[in-house]
């Protein structure tokens, strides 16, 4: 019953950056989450929430317990002592508001863990006390996971323990096209749901042979971290010596390998000034990977000069990969703070072939913006 209920309430990488912006300034959250799954990209959303915050990264597996407190020695009317100080790395001396990221919390010196979990509770180091709007939050790797991460119970009482859930395979196409990923990377994304699957949701390794899984022997395996390295080596394919071992030893071979079939269906693709210029006769490839690119390439391109011609172009295709772009182009995150992108969501919302399309597939895109 109790796993059933963690299970409920695993939490996204967006509400758990809005709980901590609530209780960060006086609780600290201890994000646990699938390896490679982004949990320190909390610090970005932060940021980007708080501008006149600063940023501090500290990864915890490089500290000792004297690496946190300095000795400084100090003389006081012919008395010797040492006061202790804190790492001017911490940020702490500069008074003012900050974003700690207490990384890799879990597989910590003890030592380190002990003094660390005392700065959650009284919020200074030293004589330094935190700036009062000081938002503060660690991470680390699930138990489950075999990476080290270990608490005792009194350590795990100090903080709030949340579980982060992966982000899907459709929110990661939406973090792509925000940030310009590759094409032919974000149409497997999409089109391979089981990438944003955690190793729990699945009985043996080989249910998944891309993911991590504890039981598993693969040296290498995809996480969303490493989907994102290869969608910069495939933009970068042409000055690489051998990109298909590049992607083996970042993603594993059963990912690079998937990828690469997506990689090798371009030849297939319509050009895009053969679509702006001929979209009612211009051609629509064959194999679904070429569909879903055609789409995927697109939602990276697509500008308000053109968009008659790609609606004329794109409702040519079966309706399953329109549905892809339709709830894509119609999310509240596609055009999220993008000036640009939003003018281009709004001129598709309003074009007659996309109402129309809309209005005869009810059941295949979601009426929510």
Same mark, same amino acid.
């Given at each position: 019953?109790?796993?059933?209920?963690?299970?409920?309430?695993?939490?996204?990488?967006?509400?758990?950056?809005?709980?901590?912006?609530?209780?960060?300034?006086?609780?600290?959250?201890?994000?646990?989450?699938?390896?490679?799954?982004?949990?320190?990209?909390? #610090?970005?959303?932060?940021?980007?929430?708080?501008?006149?915050?600063?940023?501090?990264?500290?990864?915890?597996?490089?500290?000792?317990?004297?690496?946190?407190?300095?000795?400084?020695?100090?003389?006081?009317?012919?008395?010797?002592?040492?006061?202790?100080?804190?790492?001017?790395?911490?940020?702490?001396?500069?008074?003012?508001?900050?974003?700690?990221?207490?990384?890799?919390?879990?597989?910590?010196?003890?030592?380190? #863990?002990?003094?660390?979990?005392?700065?959650?509770?009284?919020?200074?180091?030293?004589?330094?006390?935190?700036?009062?709007?000081?938002?503060?939050?660690?991470? %680390?790797?699930?138990?489950?996971?075999?990476? %080290?991460?270990?608490?005792?119970?009194?350590?795990?009482?100090?903080?709030?323990?949340?579980?982060?859930?992966?982000?899907?395979?459709?929110?990661?196409?939406?973090?792509?096209?925000?940030?310009?990923?590759?094409?032919?990377?974000?149409?497997?994304?999409?089109?391979?749901?089981?990438?944003?699957?955690?190793?729990?949701?699945?009985?043996?390794?080989?249910?998944?042979?891309?993911?991590?899984?504890?039981?598993?022997?693969?040296?290498?395996?995809?996480?969303?971290?490493?989907?994102?390295?290869?969608?910069?080596?495939?933009?970068?394919?042409?000055?690489?010596?051998?990109?298909?071992?590049?992607?083996? %030893?970042?993603?594993?071979?059963?990912?690079?390998?998937?990828?690469?079939?997506?990689?090798?269906?371009?030849?297939?693709?319509?050009?895009?000034?053969?679509?702006?210029?001929?979209?009612?006769?211009?051609?629509?490839?064959?194999?679904? %990977?070429?569909?879903?690119?055609?789409?995927?390439?697109?939602?990276?391109?697509?500008?308000?000069?053109?968009?008659?011609?790609?609606?004329?172009?794109?409702?040519?295709?079966?309706?399953?990969?329109?549905?892809?772009?339709?709830?894509?182009?119609?999310?509240?995150?596609?055009?999220?703070?993008?000036?640009?992108?939003?003018?281009?969501?709004?001129?598709?919302?309003?074009? #007659?072939?996309?109402?129309?399309?809309?209005?005869?597939?009810?059941?295949?895109?979601?009426?929510?913006?």
């Amino acid at each position: 019953m109790t796993m059933n209920f963690e299970k409920q309430n695993r939490m996204s990488i967006d509400e758990i950056a809005n709980d901590i912006a609530v209780t960060g300034t006086y609780r600290t959250i201890y994000v646990q989450g699938d390896s490679g799954s982004g949990k320190t990209s909390i #610090k970005h959303i932060l940021a980007k929430r708080f501008p006149k915050h600063q940023v501090v990264h500290c990864d915890l597996t490089n500290y000792d317990l004297g690496d946190l407190n300095l000795p400084a020695y100090k003389d006081m009317d012919g008395e010797e002592f040492i006061r202790f100080v804190a790492n001017e790395d911490l940020g702490l001396h500069l008074n003012k508001p900050l974003i700690i990221c207490w990384d890799e919390l879990g597989k910590a010196n003890n030592s380190v #863990k002990n003094a660390v979990l005392r700065l959650f509770l009284e919020r200074k180091m030293g004589r330094h006390q935190y700036h009062k709007e000081t938002l503060q939050f660690a991470t %680390g790797n699930l138990s489950a996971e075999n990476m %080290g991460d270990l608490f005792l119970p009194h350590q795990r009482e100090r903080v709030t323990m949340v579980r982060m859930r992966k982000s899907s395979n459709t929110e990661h196409v939406e973090y792509g096209l925000k940030n310009d990923f590759d094409e032919a990377y974000l149409a497997w994304v999409a089109d391979t749901p089981i990438l944003g699957q955690s190793f729990d949701d699945i009985k043996k390794p080989e249910d998944n042979p891309y993911i991590y899984h504890p039981q598993s022997n693969a040296d290498k395996f995809f996480t969303w971290r490493g989907g994102e390295a290869a969608s910069n080596m495939l933009k970068d394919r042409d000055r690489l010596s051998n990109v298909t071992a590049m992607l083996g %030893g970042t993603i594993g071979w059963a990912a690079a390998m998937d990828l690469m079939a997506y990689v090798n269906v371009r030849d297939d693709l319509a050009s895009l000034e053969d679509i702006k210029k001929n979209p009612e006769t211009a051609k629509v490839p064959n194999g679904a %990977g070429a569909k879903m690119m055609s789409i995927m390439r697109a939602l990276l391109n697509l500008d308000v000069t053109w968009i008659d011609a790609w609606m004329k172009y794109a409702v040519r295709m079966d309706d399953q990969v329109m549905a892809m772009f339709v709830n894509t182009i119609k999310s509240a995150k596609f055009a999220e703070d993008d000036t640009k992108k939003a003018k281009v969501q709004a001129m598709v919302m309003s074009n #007659k072939l996309f109402s129309e399309w809309c209005a005869n597939h009810p059941h295949l895109y979601s009426s929510d913006i």
